[in-house]
């Protein structure tokens, strides 16, 4: 079975690895230590990328959870904390950016398959060569459904039209990979461009 469809995740695939710096600015403009902002990539992460809850009620809530109760109220300061959150995802790897969309010059369906909350994609969907030129996009906010949950690939490949052995995923989290190739998907663990791609040129051979 030949290979019909590429699909990509978006965070440290598509876009750079999330800079750490973002949380120790969050420590700075706050006076509270980094290690609690760290924790915005925790359990409370998923109501975020289901398109739950906004930014700003992430952080109230992490704040919350970590007994700073009035800066948790303090709805300008989760407001600029969900904004520098947000922000720190907006770099794009366009050495990857470029490669996604030569594979589908070269005839191969490009999908997008991401956890991603709302308000990134209102704010830079279309400043993101891949998300706007994708054959097909699904992001876990507009389908309250998140990786690994088998449901959401089934949606990615039902909009490519493709069969599972057909699609190539790939993506940075073990996880997204074993659920992908449960369904007879070929997952390709995301550790760096060069290893990917290297990988991928392997299989379609």
């Given at each position: 079975m030949s290979i019909k469809a590429v699909i990509f995740d978006f965070g440290n695939v598509i876009s750079v690895t999330q800079p750490n710096t973002c949380f120790y600015n969050m420590a700075e403009l706050t006076g509270i230590p980094h290690e609690?902002?760290?924790?915005a990539m925790g359990p409370q992460r998923s109501d975020?990328?289901?398109?739950?809850?906004s930014a700003a009620?992430?952080?109230?809530?992490?704040?919350k959870d970590n007994g700073y109760d009035s800066e948790s109220q303090d709805k300008d300061l989760c407001r600029k904390l969900g904004d520098m959150d947000l922000s720190s995802w907006n770099h794009i790897n366009t050495q990857v950016s470029d490669w996604a969309l030569e594979l589908q010059r070269q005839g191969y369906k490009l999908?997008?398959?991401?956890?991603m909350p709302y308000e990134f994609l209102e704010r830079y969907k279309?400043?993101?060569p891949p998300f706007v030129k994708?054959?097909?996009a699904v992001f876990s906010c507009n389908v309250h459904i998140i990786k690994p949950d088998a449901r959401i690939y089934k949606l990615e490949l039902d909009g490519l039209g493709v069969k599972p052995e057909?699609?190539?995923?790939?993506?940075?989290?073990?996880?997204?990979?074993?659920?992908a190739k449960a369904l007879g998907i070929n997952g390709i663990l995301w550790e760096n461009f060069n290893q990917a791609k290297a990988e991928f040129e392997k299989l379609v051979k």
């Open positions: 609690i902002f760290f924790k975020f990328d289901l398109g739950v809850i009620e992430l952080y109230s809530r992490v704040l999908g997008v398959l991401s956890n279309q400043n993101i994708a054959d097909y057909e699609a190539v995923f790939f993506d940075d989290l073990q996880k997204n990979i074993d659920a």
